[in-house]
Structure formats: C-alpha cells, structure tokens
C-alpha cells in the first residue's frame, strides 16, 4: 500500500511540474514571439538603412541623396550616415537591433530548454502511470 501511494505522490508531482512548464513555455513563447517580431522589424530597417547608406557611398544616384547633400555640405562616412539615420526616419537603431538579438538568442534557449523538460516530464509521466498503475493492481486495490 505505501508503494502504491509513493507512486501516486511520485505522479501527481510529475503532473504538477509538467502543468508548470507548459505555462512557463506558453509565456515564454509569446516574449519569443513578440521580440521575433520587434527583431524583423528593425532587421528591415537595417536593410534599408545600408541600402541607403551605400547609395550616398555610390555617388548621389537618388534623388534625396542629392538634395540631403545640397543642405548639408559635406561628403564622407559621417553625411552618408547621417543621411541614413534622416531616410529611415530615426527609426533604425542599432543598439536595439543588439540588444534584440541579444533576447531573441536567449528567449529560444529558454523556450527550448521548456519544451526539452516538457519532453522529460511527459515520458516520466508515463513511465510514472505504468508504475502506479501496476503498484495498485498488486495490492488488489483496482480490483475491488
């Protein structure tokens, strides 16, 4: 009989902890989820940030390049990002793009290391079923 209820304990915590981590991976999938969608976002920024850049570098072929440098007066590395950071508006930051990067690297080793335990907790589950299952027929307890 003390078996049996060892068992039980045994899997009714491991059904505890499974329900735990699968809130936890629920959480973490959607910070997962909202940052991958931040990360695209200034990752397109970026895009258009060097593509802007590179078309000063490339001799004013755009016509906001020309007038950008008309105002300015200046040629070199600093007007080419200057007139970068003014043809995305300010948006594009590079320091958010790291740091996103940064959460979204340590966001999928959180939400893989939850789906690994998750993984483990089920087999234990079943593993732990079986066991208490076989527990409460030798006492005669499922019997009667």
């Known amino acids: 009989m003390s078996i ?3 068992d039980l304990f045994g899997l009714l915590t491991t059904k505890a902890n499974l329900n735990y981590y699968t809130q936890q991976l629920e ?3 959607a910070k997962y ?3 991958a969608e931040k990360l695209h976002k200034m990752q397109s920024l970026e895009e258009k940030w060097e593509g802007k850049y590179d078309d000063y570098q490339a001799g004013l072929s755009d016509t906001a390049a020309k007038k950008f440098n008309a105002v300015a007066g200046k040629w070199g590395g600093q007007t080419a990002t200057a007139y970068a950071d003014y043809s995305v508006s300010g948006k594009f930051d590079r ?3 790291d740091e996103l990067t940064e959460l979204d690297m340590s966001y999928d080793t959180i ?4 789906e ?8 234990q589950k079943e593993s732990e079923t ?3 299952q076989e527990a409460c027929q030798d006492t005669g307890l499922l019997g009667q």
């Open 116 to 123: 690994a335990q998750i993984e483990m907790l089920k087999a």
């Open 95 to 97: 320091d958010v793009l």
């Open 130 to 132: 079986t066991n208490t």
């Open 111 to 114: 939400k893989t290391t939850m």
């Open 33 to 35: 989820s909202a940052n």
């Open 4 to 6: 049996a209820s060892a």
């Open 27 to 29: 959480i973490w999938s």
